[in-house]
């Protein structure tokens, strides 16, 4: 199933955004864009002219070479930055990789500077996963993602029980994590509350219907 910003903004445009949006702070010339968005020349020189033409994109030349970045200055940056992190910039390519240990993982959500949209260029991506999968089996699974994103992915791994005890004892970083800003990859709130409840996994309510 196609991401909301790709059926929104077809496949060529939302890769296109997603390269430079979640990375504003840097400049891509268009062959280094042709390498991570896989998108063809033909195509990426059209979508990179009409989004400059829509102030989605800044257009800088340097000698021969042509470098694009995200347009910080565009009204609509925060709400481009915010669609395309929730969707195929970053959760679906996350979602993606926990898949295989969804049956094992109650919820998983980016949170911190990522899920804020405060992220700077060296900032990690903050995973929390809740289930009984291993730490090694999530750090396994999220490893891939890497090289995609071009940022360090740093998960955190808790049983529910955990979590729970750690939430009752008003602990400061759960605590944060329940009322902070996330990106679900798994789950959502009503999953988070439902932890106290000792709830079965997403997969596993599925299979049970």
């Known amino acids: 199933m196609q991401s909301l910003a790709t059926q929104?903004?077809?496949a060529s445009r939302a890769a296109i955004l997603a390269a430079l949006y979640l990375r504003p702070e840097?400049?891509?010339?268009?062959?280094?864009?042709?390498?991570?968005?896989?998108?063809?020349?033909?195509?990426?020189h059209r979508e990179l002219r009409a989004l400059a033409d829509l102030g989605l994109l800044t257009r800088?030349?340097?000698?021969?070479?042509?470098?694009?970045?995200?347009?910080?200055s565009s009204p609509v940056f925060e709400e481009v930055s915010g669609l395309l992190r929730k969707t195929a910039g970053l959760a679906d390519v996350l979602r993606a990789s926990l898949a295989p240990l969804a049956d094992r993982l109650r919820a998983a959500f980016v949170y911190g500077s990522m899920a804020a949209?405060?992220?700077?260029?060296?900032?990690?991506?903050?995973?929390?996963?809740?289930?009984?999968?291993?730490f090694a089996d999530v750090v396994k699974a999220l490893h891939p993602a890497q090289a995609s994103l071009a940022r360090e992915i740093n998960p955190t791994v808790m049983t529910p029980a955990e979590f729970n005890a750690r939430r009752r004892a008003r602990d400061g970083f759960v605590q944060s994590l329940v009322k902070g800003?996330?990106?679900?990859?798994?789950?959502?709130?009503?999953?988070?509350a439902e932890s106290r409840k000792n709830r079965p996994t997403q997969a596993a309510r599925r299979n049970a219907r």
Request: proline share 5%.
């Open 60 to 72: 800088r030349e340097v000698g021969r070479q042509v470098f694009y970045a995200a347009n910080r």
């Open 181 to 192: 800003p996330k990106i679900w990859l798994i789950g959502d709130d009503d999953d988070l």
């Open 117 to 134: 949209g405060t992220a700077g260029p060296r900032s990690d991506i903050d995973v929390m996963a809740i289930g009984s999968a291993d």
């Open 8 to 10: 929104l903004l077809g």
């Open 26 to 44: 840097e400049s891509m010339h268009v062959r280094e864009l042709a390498r991570v968005t896989g998108v063809s020349p033909g195509t990426l």
